[in-house]
Each structure stands twice: as structure tokens, then as C-alpha cells.
């Protein structure tokens, strides 16, 4: 009898994680496997056996790897085996049900002359999730064997061995032209210098224009090989031209996808991606139409809710007020100064006040928007309205202190505190400024109603389209003087999903918001109401006699460029103190209010008592039309109050970038009134 | 070119979700997850470390690092490093070149040559 000839056939078994790789070995290996470590490593080695058709098949479990790109100990392992000549063929194995993505690792394989098989596993998956893949088709554009089988499956392993015997005879490798072509359209004419200077055979299973793809990629490892393996002068003819690429590792790595995207067009078909349905609550949160309306109605709720802290603050100021002025009226009737009393009763009890308001205030704000964020639900807002904020050159979470800044400023600054990066911040709070607040409508809406009557409704729409474009010309004027961040941050996320609050953690921010706001309104504001009390004090009580007087005559000239006379000019200043001030200090400087002795005592506006027919009496005949709309203008753009100064000072934790965005819209106002003065006056 | 695409989606300072770039990128939501890495792992992309997970150098200084609503699971945020910049600038240069050298030829055809009898 004859003895057969055995035959010993070694096998690399290649993979990224998951993709069945174990399952098969030990299909084909059964008990006939030895488990070690891969010589000076501590990752593990599995070798084992099996035999087929009278062939002896060893085959190496190889460490699963995304690619040959040597960037773990994994990677290195294998890339060292394929090196190495150690195999007659390697087995690639790829998951069916994420093909694109298992692909990778093939693409690696292109240009390394060891003959391939490909197996594609989780046919089953892949099926089942509606995809249907031409493996003949792959097999014709690989140019290698491709197998599809199900890991378990014994029929699968049947066909698998049948078609290893053939590739071990037939040894055929990867086709290269494609990817080849590839990397001449990227790197140009040096790819080929490249090979050029490579030994032609390559070095020990690497083709060259696999080493030169390698080599513009960046790979250490392979640059260490070709040094040791060529001559000085092909290497640093290599180098030299290397050294003007940084980025060849990407220009790779595009050339790979797209080689992915050549070998399996038309022969993989998948379903039509459905939008995945949103479960629950996200169904409406997230969805294209009903969205935005959702978040501005919750980011409205959730100011009114913010807002009762601050009434009942509101109401406390208001007792204190009463108490303050009876207290005063006490101390003047004891002979004591009546500047000393005007100082403690105009200028630090409502500078006290008017902080105590704001931090209840932001204790509110931080309380709700802390409440949104922690659920969960702040993300949400972010992602429906990111698309709209970022044509402003803002984040999606922009939206909610720009809708709280319709209630108050001081809420819209304090509510900037969700958006992560600082940058956006600041811009979002320099932005924010620019949306009117409930303040501003006390005096827009009397002086509009009473120089343009049914007219008042087109000087609120121009307003508006104004702010639009002011808050788009801000937000670019004080990006450009930010420092760069080291770059601008893109959010790519899932949406986190929806939990219980934690109280703990919400009380403890509100209770740092607090802190960090309470001391710096302080000293803004004090500093301003004292300021303002110092400039704006008479003992009669007639304006007239006081140094803002004086500052207002002296800016009269100028004020009348923008249209504003001395008393708007004066207005204007002190509106920048608190836009609810405006109307009583206004009042105050036509003679129509009483009861104070300086402008700093209008901030408490029950404290000014207006004669209301003599006031608009005396608007109409003192202001003329164009001069209205300049004041409308130059107040509705101005600083919006000394609390919002304060607050952003907090905010931003920089005075001097406050005072810069404070001086940005003192200016643009005036040009704003400006402009518009000189175009009414060519209309009225 | 799809890390191109996904370095000029993440330069843009949106919110997206995976599925959604896979989506507009036309890919599968595991490529889009591998390349991400990748980009990381080159370099051009940077993840601060741990968010998703917990909080690090993006929420530094915030009152809820360790509880805000992107602790579970999701958020990754993605910052283009220096070398990102730089590359994309080059890229961005390229395609406005190319812009340039496209309009550039068309002016080039002389009217006689539209109407030469072939």
C-alpha cells in the first residue's frame, strides 16, 4: 500500500474582536489546542490543530486587532506574524453585520503577500437586519476567496476548509490597483519615488508599495524596518521626502475608505434607513416641528417658576422700602443731614435692595435651568435648536438664556452658566444684552404709544428686526476677540437618557451660583447707585441744581447729534442703572416726578410720584417725534441695567471684558439713535 | 473622503448624534464610532478625558461636573486639536484652489473653439 503524503499547512487566524474568530478555532481545533503566551508578551497565544483531506492544518488564533497599524501590543503581535512568513495563508474573518466598519482591517492587508482568505461572519445577523451582501461580487473584486459562514454551523466549516485547501494551492493575494491608484492621486508623483527607493521585492512579506503607504502613514515600526534594510542613500532619499508630509496618516486612512466604499458598491443593498422612533417624552422634545415650541414654552414656564423667588423678594423690597423711607423721615426730623439721609435712603438701601432682588433672582434662574440640566432635558433643547443658534455663531444651549433674557437679563446672563465651553459663553452674554426685557417695555411702550399712536406697532417690529441684526453683528464682533480656543469644540453625542434629579446636587449649585453672584453685584452695584446718587443730588430736589445737570448741559451738544437733549441725554445714563428706573428718572427730569432728591432714588420706583397727564404734557411739548424714536432706539440698545453689569462681571470673571461689552452698547445705542433720528427726520 | 467629512462636520460646532452623521455621511453608525477613534488616535481629534463617562477638562470649573445629564452613556465631545486646524485649513485651501483652477479653465476656451466643425 501506498503511503499517502502528509502534508503540514500553517494557518494565521486574523479579526477584529467579536467577529467569531474563538468560536471558529475551537469548531475546528476541538480539544487539539494549546494555550500560552506569545513569546515576551503577556498577551495570550492559541495554537491548535486539525486535519483535513490528509493535510495537517496548524492554525494561530491571532490577538484581535482593528488593523495593522501596530498601535497596541495586540496589533504589533499580528502585524509581526504576517511579517514573518510563518503562514501559508491567513484568514481574515469580518463581521457581515458591520461590514463596512470590519473592512478596515482587510484594506490594512492590501499589498502583503500572503495568500488571504475571507470569511464573513454573522451572515445570520447581517440577514436578519435586512442587508444583503453579493459575496461572489466581493470575491471578484478582492481577487481572493470569500467565504461566508455561520461560525456554528458545520456546513459553513465545510465549504470554509474546502475553499482553504484551494487558496493554500492557488496562493492569491488582494489586488492592489485601486488603492494604488489611490495613493498616487494623493501623494502624487513621491509614492512612486518612494517605491523606487524600496529594495523591489519588498522586504520579507511586504510588498514595497505596501511599505511606502506604511512610510507615508507614519509608522514607526516600518520605518525602523526599511532603515535597517536599505542602503543609506535610498533612506534618506525616503526620509527627505517623507519629512514634508504630516498628514499622511489621514491621506491614508481616506484612501482605505474609500478602496472599502469601491469593493462594495452595488453588492451589498441595505434597507432604507428609517428615522429611528423616539420613545416617550422625546417623541415631541426632539421632534423636527413640535421641538422648538416645546422648549420655549418649558424655558418660559421655567422662567415664570424662577421668577416667584424673586417676587417674593419684590415684596420684601417693597416693605423695606416703606420702612426705609419712614426711617428717613424719622432721621430728617431729628435734625440729621438730609444728604446723609438721602445717601442711605436713595442710594445704599436700594443699591442693597436691588442686589438682594437680583440673587434671589439667579437663585431662581440656577434653580430651573439646574433642575433642566439634570434630568436630562437641557440636552434636548441644545439639539433642537443648535441648527437655528449656530447661524448667530452660537451653541444650541444659547437659545435658553436668550428666552430667559426676555423675562430678565440678569436671568439670561446667569442662565449662559449651562453652555460648557467659555468661550460661547461670553459671546452668548454679550448677545444676550441685545434681547429686550420685560424693563424695557415701560418706556418703549409709552413713548412709541404716545408720539406714534397706531404707528407704535411698526417702531416695536423695527426694533425687533434691529435687535436681530445687532445680536448677529455682536455675537461676530466679540467672537473675533476671544482668544482662540484650541479649536471649536463640535458635540457629537447620543441624547443622555432621562433620570431622577438629584436634589443635593441642585441645591449645592444654586447655593454657588449665590455666592459667586452676591459679591460681585455688591460692588457694582453699590459703586454705580452711589455713583449715580453722588452726580444726580440736590437738596431742593430740582434737578437743576445737581452736577448731572451740569454733565447734561455740557453733552447737549453732542447728545443733539443723536438726537437727544439734555434730559434723554441724562435719561440715557441712568437708564443704563435699571431700565424700570428709566420711566421715574424721565419723569423726574420733565417735572412730572416727585419726591426725590436724586436720580439714584428712582431705582425704587414706587419712591417717584408721577403726575402722569403733566408728564406727557410735558414729553410732547419738550421732545420732538425724531427725538422720541433716537431715545426709543438708544434705550431699547443700551446697557440693559447694573444688575445684568454685575451679574455678567460674575459671569464672566473678567471686569474689564465687562466694562469692554458695557462700552460696546453705551456706543451702539447712541449710533443706533443716531442713524435713526437722522432718517426721521427726513420722514416726520 | 469620510475622515475629511467627519473633521469638517466636527469644525462646524454642532450638536449631531451618531446616527445623524452616519446618516448624512451615508455610512454605517460602527464606521462612523471607528473612524472617530481613529481621528483620536491620529491626533486630530480630541476627546477630553472621560467625557461620556464622567467629566473632565470641558466641565472643569462647572458646579455639576460628575451630575449633569451627559453622564450616562452618550455625550462625547469632540475638540479639533492644532494639527486638526492646521489640516483642515490645507484641505479648505485645496478645494478653494481647485474652485480657482475650475473657473479659471472655462475662461480659458476661446469662442472659436465651440465652434470649430468636428
Known amino acids: 500500500m501506498q503511503a499517502v503524503a502528509q502534508k503540514n499547512i500553517t494557518i494565521g487566524l486574523m479579526g477584529q474582536p467579536n467577529t467569531g474568530k474563538s468560536t471558529l478555532f475551537n469548531g475546528l481545533t476541538g480539544s487539539r489546542q494549546h494555550v500560552g503566551n506569545w513569546a515576551g508578551k503577556t498577551v495570550e497565544q492559541k495554537q491548535g490543530e486539525f486535519t483535513y483531506h490528509n493535510t495537517t492544518y496548524k492554525i494561530v488564533d491571532l490577538p484581535g486587532t482593528y488593523s495593522l497599524a501596530a498601535n497596541s501590543e495586540e496589533e504589533l503581535i499580528t502585524r509581526n506574524y504576517v511579517y514573518s512568513s510563518k503562514s501559508d495563508a491567513i484568514v481574515v474573518m469580518i463581521d457581515a453585520s458591520q461590514l463596512e466598519r470590519s473592512m478596515y482591517l482587510l484594506s490594512d492587508f492590501i499589498g502583503v503577500r500572503v495568500p488571504l482568505v475571507v470569511v464573513p461572519t454573522m451572515i445570520d445577523v447581517a440577514e436578519k437586519n435586512g442587508k444583503k451582501i453579493d459575496y461572489k461580487k466581493l470575491e471578484q473584486r478582492l481577487g481572493v476567496p470569500v467565504v461566508p459562514i455561520v461560525a456554528t454551523q458545520k456546513d459553513g466549516i465545510t465549504r470554509f476548509l474546502s475553499r482553504l485547501e484551494t487558496a493554500t494551492r492557488d496562493k492569491k493575494y488582494i489586488g492592489t490597483d485601486f488603492i494604488t491608484q489611490k495613493y498616487r492621486e494623493n501623494f502624487g508623483a513621491d509614492f512612486d519615488k518612494v517605491i523606487t527607493a524600496l529594495p523591489k521585492s519588498g522586504i520579507g512579506n511586504y510588498s514595497s508599495p505596501w511599505i511606502a503607504a506604511k512610510l507615508f502613514e507614519g509608522d514607526d515600526n516600518i520605518k525602523t524596518l526599511v532603515k535597517e534594510k536599505s542602503d543609506g542613500s535610498s533612506w534618506k532619499t525616503v526620509e527627505s521626502i517623507l519629512n514634508s508630509y504630516s498628514d499622511g496618516a489621514i491621506i491614508g486612512a481616506n ?73 428717613g423721615a424719622a432721621l430728617l426730623a431729628a435734625g440729621t443731614a438730609p444728604f446723609l439721609v438721602s445717601l442711605i435712603v436713595e442710594a445704599l438701601v436700594p443699591g442693597l435692595l436691588m442686589v438682594m432682588y437680583m ?25 433642537v435648536f443648535d441648527n437655528l443658534m449656530s447661524k448667530l455663531g452660537l451653541h444650541g ?42 424693563g424695557t417695555w415701560g418706556v418703549v411702550g409709552l413713548m412709541s404709544s404716545l408720539f406714534f399712536g397706531v404707528n407704535a406697532v411698526w417702531v416695536i417690529i423695527s426694533l425687533f ?32 437618557p432621562y433620570h431622577k434629579p438629584n436634589w443635593k446636587t441642585i441645591f449645592t449649585y444654586v447655593w454657588s451660583r449665590i455666592k459667586g453672584v452676591a459679591s460681585k453685584a455688591l460692588s457694582v452695584i453699590m ?153 426721521a427726520l427726513l420722514i416726520f | 473622503m469620510l475622515l475629511n467629512n467627519i473633521l469638517l462636520e466636527v469644525s462646524k460646532g454642532t450638536i449631531i448624534s451618531y446616527s445623524d452623521l452616519a446618516e448624512k455621511l451615508n455610512v454605517d453608525v460602527g464606521v462612523i464610532d471607528a473612524a472617530i477613534r481613529q481621528l483620536c488616535q491620529m491626533k486630530y481629534l480630541y476627546t477630553p478625558s472621560g467625557s461620556g463617562g464622567s467629566c473632565g477638562e470641558s466641565c472643569h470649573g462647572c458646579s455639576f461636573s460628575g451630575s ?19 489640516y483642515l485649513k490645507t484641505l479648505t485651501d485645496t478645494i478653494n484652489q481647485n474652485k480657482q483652477n475650475i473657473s479659471f479653465n472655462v475662461k480659458e476656451v476661446h469662442p472659436h473653439d465651440l465652434h470649430s466643425g468636428c
Open chain 1, 255 to 327: 484612501c482605505k475608505y474609500e478602496w472599502i466604499d469601491h469593493v462594495l458598491a452595488n453588492a451589498v443593498q441595505v434597507p432604507p434607513k428609517k428615522r429611528q422612533k423616539k420613545s416617550g417624552f422625546d417623541r415631541i422634545a426632539i421632534h423636527p416641528i413640535w421641538g422648538k415650541p416645546l422648549a420655549i414654552i418649558l424655558v418660559l414656564l421655567g422662567f415664570i417658576v424662577s421668577i416667584i423667588v424673586a417676587l417674593i423678594a419684590k415684596v420684601i423690597t417693597e416693605v423695606i422700602t416703606t420702612l426705609a423711607a419712614q426711617a
Open chain 1, 527 to 679: 459703586v454705580v447707585a452711589i455713583a449715580i446718587w453722588l452726580l444726580s443730588y440736590t437738596s431742593t430736589g430740582n434737578i437743576e441744581n445737581s452736577a448731572i445737570y451740569a454733565v447734561g448741559k455740557f453733552l447737549e451738544p453732542v447728545g443733539s447729534i443723536f438726537g437727544l437733549s439734555w434730559q434723554l441725554v441724562i435719561a440715557f445714563i441712568v437708564a443704563a442703572m435699571g431700565k424700570e428706573a428709566a420711566l421715574g428718572a424721565i419723569a423726574v427730569l420733565f417735572g412730572a416726578g416727585t419726591g426725590v432728591s436724586s436720580l439714584a432714588g428712582t431705582l425704587v420706583t414706587s419712591s417717584v410720584a408721577i403726575n402722569q397727564t403733566g408728564f406727557e404734557a410735558a414729553l410732547l411739548s419738550a421732545v420732538q417725534a425724531p427725538q422720541a424714536l433716537a431715545f426709543i432706539f438708544a434705550f431699547f440698545f443700551n446697557v440693559p441695567c447694573m444688575a445684568a453689569v454685575a451679574a455678567s462681571a460674575s459671569e464672566s470673571q473678567s471686569y474689564k471684558w465687562t466694562l469692554k461689552v458695557a462700552a460696546y452698547y453705551f456706543i451702539t445705542a447712541l449710533v443706533l439713535a443716531g442713524v435713526v433720528y437722522w432718517i
Open chain 1, 397 to 438: 444651549k444659547s437659545v435658553m438664556p436668550f428666552l430667559m433674557s426676555f423675562g430678565c437679563t440678569i436671568g439670561g446672563v446667569s442662565g449662559a452658566r449651562v453652555i460648557d465651553s467659555s468661550r460661547q459663553r461670553l459671546i452668548t452674554i454679550a448677545t444676550s444684552w441685545a434681547v429686550p426685557c420685560a
Open chain 1, 465 to 496: 428686526a434691529v435687535a436681530i441684526l445687532h445680536m448677529k453683528f455682536t455675537s461676530w464682533f466679540f467672537e473675533r476677540g476671544l482668544p482662540q480656543q484650541e479649536g471649536e469644540a463640535g458635540l457629537i453625542m447620543e441624547l443622555p
Open chain 1, 359 to 383: 440673587v434671589a433672582f439667579v437663585s431662581g434662574v440656577s434653580f430651573v435651568f439646574g433642575l433642566m440640566e439634570d434630568v436630562g432635558y437641557m440636552a434636548r433643547v441644545a439639539y
Open chain 2, 68 to 86: 449633569c445629564g451627559f453622564r450616562d452613556k452618550g455625550a462625547k465631545i469632540l475638540t479639533i486639536t492644532k494639527s486638526g486646524n492646521q
